[in-house]
């Protein structure tokens, strides 16, 4: 019984991040220059590219423009004439690991080395969908902590990634910090549950 409950609940997750999956493979966002890299994700990921490939992390050295309107920083300038990204670097942390795996694919099979090109972004998508992964795991470990049933955990799971905006935020609005959050609330449920029953 134990076996085919988590047989289940697995399903349910391999189900959801699949989905997810195939909506990003059907948009091809990481294809497009305004997208993946975009909105406030400019200045949560621009730590990678400004540190490992600019050795610019203060954004100082250009003014980094790819065209005549689009810049690849979104900087915060200063009355002292200073610049930064504007925002912490917290969800750097997060991308680093396929900021990292994308440079090497990068390298590998000769796309430019900006930080911005296609590998960059679809490795970005990827950690969105590894960090959904994660956060259905421990929603999972929650649930049956709980003592839910088997069903139960199974329709939750459904629910929660195929018919809330976890979805879209883990696809096609990736990699905006609602994803890595959900991951990171799921971890904290299962810990606080595990220090409450002592």
């Known amino acids: 019984m134990k076996k085919n409950y988590q047989v ?8 959801v991040v699949l989905v997810a999956l195939l909506i990003d493979l ?14 406030d994700i400019h200045s949560y990921y621009g730590y990678l590219p400004a540190l490992f490939i600019y050795d610019d992390l203060k954004v100082e050295k250009s ?11 979104w900087m915060k300038h200063h009355e002292n004439g200073t610049n930064d990204l504007g925002k912490t670097y917290g969800l ?3 991308y680093s690991p396929f900021f990292f795996a994308a440079n090497l694919c990068a390298k590998s099979f000769d796309y430019p080395l ?5 590998p960059y972004k679809f490795f970005l998508l990827l950690s969105s969908l590894f960090y959904l992964f994660v956060g259905l795991v421990f929603v999972k470990k929650t649930l049956q902590k ?11 799971i ?5 018919g809330t905006n976890l ?6 609005s990736a990699p905006m910090p609602h994803t890595y959050n959900f991951s990171l609330f799921s971890i904290f449920y299962v810990r606080y549950i595990n220090v409450a029953q002592y």
């Open 92 to 94: 750097a942390l997060f």
């Open 114 to 118: 900006t930080g911005f090109s296609e």
């Open 63 to 73: 003014d980094y423009k790819y065209d005549d309107n689009g810049y690849w920083f």
């Open 158 to 162: 459904l629910t929660l990634g195929l």
């Open 146 to 156: 709980l003592g839910f049933s088997e069903s139960a955990v199974f329709i939750v």
């Open 167 to 172: 979805l879209g935020y883990s696809s096609q």
């Open 26 to 39: 059907d948009f091809k966002n990481w294809r497009k220059t305004e997208r993946v890299i975009e909105h």
């Open 8 to 15: 289940k609940s697995l399903l349910a997750i391999v189900l």
